[in-house]
């Protein structure tokens, strides 16, 4: 069984729809990422956090400890958002990540 | 805006060749990753480095698989003897601190033929 389950898998929305991709977890952690993927395969750090809520521009995290889950929402989604949009929890104190499988948005015009 | 970098961008070799993938962290980075990502597939960890030594490594990592950090600014990922199923893409990261978020290089994809 994976220790980070993501979904959807796959995710298709038109652009201005509000997005949300779910992330939950079956191991004690210390923190949770948030990472985008871009089609041509590198890797941007979105969020980190370990409690409450996190907001940048447009995109918003929240976690919930006690019931092992984060969701990511995108606000007025935009074809630019296209991207797989990876889930990491962090164990232990060297800050290894253990990574979801991502979830593969697209926005349509 | 400073970045980590990785050389190659794509590493091209012959199954039982030795390659080193290289990566220059953030300057004033202090710990070290290296993850790799088969095609498809999610990226799995593979080792994280601090303070001149390896402090975590996985299952992966394995006699095959070396890391140094041979002048205080490239860390390096030596696969001594390549298999074809270690055909992926290779990403490093560093951190200031390991309860900060990591910053990825572009990744080196690797295909060993």
């Known amino acids: 069984k994976n220790e980070v389950e993501q979904s959807p898998q796959n995710l298709t929305a038109q652009e201005g729809e509000f997005i949300t991709i779910n992330c939950s977890y079956s191991?004690?952690?210390?923190?949770l990422h948030w990472l985008q993927q871009h089609p041509g395969g590198g890797i941007v750090s979105l969020f980190m956090?370990?409690?409450g809520k996190k907001k940048h521009g447009r995109l918003i995290a929240t976690i919930n400890i006690q019931e092992k889950h984060s969701s990511l929402h995108i606000t007025a989604s935009h074809p630019r958002d296209s991207a797989v949009y990876i889930c990491a929890v962090k164990r232990g104190s060297q800050g290894n990540l253990i990574f979801g499988k991502g979830t593969k948005l697209s926005v349509k015009p | 805006e400073p970045e980590v970098t990785q050389t190659p961008s794509h590493q091209v070799t012959q199954m039982g060749q030795e390659v080193i993938l290289r990566c220059v962290p953030i300057s004033n980075h202090l710990y070290f990753y290296w993850y790799r990502q088969i095609l498809g597939q999610k990226v799995e960890f593979l080792v994280s480095?601090?303070?001149?030594?390896?402090?975590?490594k996985s299952e992966i990592f394995d006699d095959q698989f070396s890391v140094e950090r041979p002048d205080g600014s490239n860390f390096t990922l030596k696969i001594r003897s390549t298999k074809l199923e270690d055909s992926a893409m290779y990403f490093c990261?560093?951190?200031?601190?390991?309860?900060?978020?990591?910053?990825f290089g572009a990744g080196t994809r690797l295909s060993v033929l």
């Open positions: 480095f601090y303070n001149n030594e390896i402090s975590e």
């Open positions: 956090l370990s409690s």
């Open positions: 990261a560093s951190t200031e601190d390991s309860k900060n978020i990591q910053y």
């Open positions: 191991v004690g952690i210390s923190a």
